[in-house]
């Protein structure tokens, strides 16, 4: 059974960090693409990936292939930056891809 859990997500003030976490089971982790998304209120779910400017400068993405794990580093958040944040995984060798349940960030003071 494919399972790709976020965590890391919270409350946290404007200008603040966060880290998230998207730990994926059941799928050779190697063999996948795994980038990050958000969806606002209201909105539709965008890409969140280093060079989108809305996040450039700001937004890291790492991967530990050791264990099965793909990170969201988030600093100077900012109040549109709240979304529930989601990871996806996509097979490198075909038309299959997974999605992670989400996990809220709200940036407020």
């Known amino acids: 059974q494919v399972q790709l859990v976020e965590s890391g997500g919270g409350l946290v003030q404007p200008g603040g960090s966060l880290r998230l976490s998207c730990a994926a089971s059941g799928i050779s982790f190697s063999d996948y693409v795994m980038s990050w998304y958000r969806q606002a209120p209201g909105k539709q779910r965008e890409l969140v990936a280093e060079y989108v400017d809305s996040v450039k400068g700001r937004f890291t993405i790492a991967r530990d292939n050791a264990k099965n794990t793909v990170y969201l580093q988030m600093n100077s958040l900012k109040a549109e930056d709240t979304a529930v944040y989601y990871c996806?995984?996509?097979?490198?060798?075909?038309?299959?891809?997974?999605w992670g349940q989400g996990t809220q960030v709200t940036v407020s003071s």
């Open positions: 996806k995984a996509d097979y490198r060798f075909g038309p299959v891809a997974y």
